[in-house]
């Protein structure tokens, strides 16, 4: 399976649009890329997921470049409750398997 | 929806006792999904069912672990007899399985908090 490489930490401000960058150097044609986030001690929270194109949803929007080789999740107008672990995945479908790496610390500060 | 939901969410126990873990899924879905969640190791799949059939159980720790899904509501995981490192969060998931389309979108449980003393 492909694998992921995102920061092991980021800041963001409340209210500002928080950048979460994912690379995925070796994604094949057919995986999309799903994000996931995990509040301290809560179960993993399913965000948003995309193959080629640019995704948006209620809480995020995903824009994956054309090489598709990196991705980046956007949340808009971050709020303290945002503060997670953000795991960028890259899954084959219709594979069941979610390879889960060590994903990003988003603090937002007030 | 009431989303996945498992119990007990903590359990403490000593050394040496079962310990079962219960999973309702959400109504609808097919799938199930155990996993294990600890600092050093990370998120870990331990075993996956389809349509109340286990499917893949290779990451099932030990023969001490065994799972089981009676109905499409309900499912356990079981521990006998436990150890202290078998202490982590276990998470349980469900989604949908689309027969030409592969696997729906997985969600969680909360978890249940497991420390073995």
């Known amino acids: 399976d492909a694998k992921t490489t995102q920061p092991t930490s980021m800041d963001c401000a409340e209210g500002r649009a928080a950048n979460l960058p994912c690379n995925h150097s070796?994604?094949?044609?057919?995986?999309?890329v799903y994000w996931y986030r995990q509040i301290h001690s809560q179960g993993p929270q399913y965000i948003i997921h995309?193959?080629?194109?640019?995704e948006t949803n209620e809480m995020a929007s995903l824009i994956i470049t054309e090489d598709r080789k990196s991705s980046t999740l956007i949340l808009p107008h971050a709020t303290l409750r945002d503060t997670a672990v953000y795991y960028c995945?890259?899954?084959?479908?219709?594979?069941?398997?979610?390879?889960w790496g060590a994903g990003t610390k988003l603090i937002i500060k007030p | 929806d009431a989303g996945v939901i498992q119990s007990p969410r903590h359990e403490v126990t000593e050394m040496g006792q079962e310990v079962t873990l219960r999973c309702k899924p959400i109504?609808?879905?097919?799938?199930l999904f155990w996993y294990r969640q600890t600092m050093m190791r990370g998120l870990e799949l331990l075993i996956y069912?389809?349509?109340?059939?286990?499917?893949?159980d290779s990451g099932m720790p030990e023969d001490r672990f065994s799972a089981k899904m009676p109905n499409a509501s309900f499912s356990t995981l079981k521990i006998q007899p436990s150890e202290p490192r078998d202490s982590a969060v276990y998470f349980c998931?469900?989604?949908?399985?689309?027969?030409?389309?592969?696997?729906?979108?997985?969600?969680f449980g909360p978890g249940t908090r497991l420390l073995v003393l």
């Open positions: 998931a469900s989604s949908y399985w689309l027969d030409a389309g592969g696997q729906e979108t997985q969600y």
């Open positions: 109504s609808g879905h097919n799938s």
């Open positions: 069912f389809n349509n109340n059939v286990p499917i893949d």
């Open positions: 070796t994604i094949s044609g057919n995986e999309y």
């Open positions: 995309g193959l080629k194109n640019n």
């Open positions: 995945i890259v899954r084959l479908l219709p594979n069941y398997q979610l390879i």
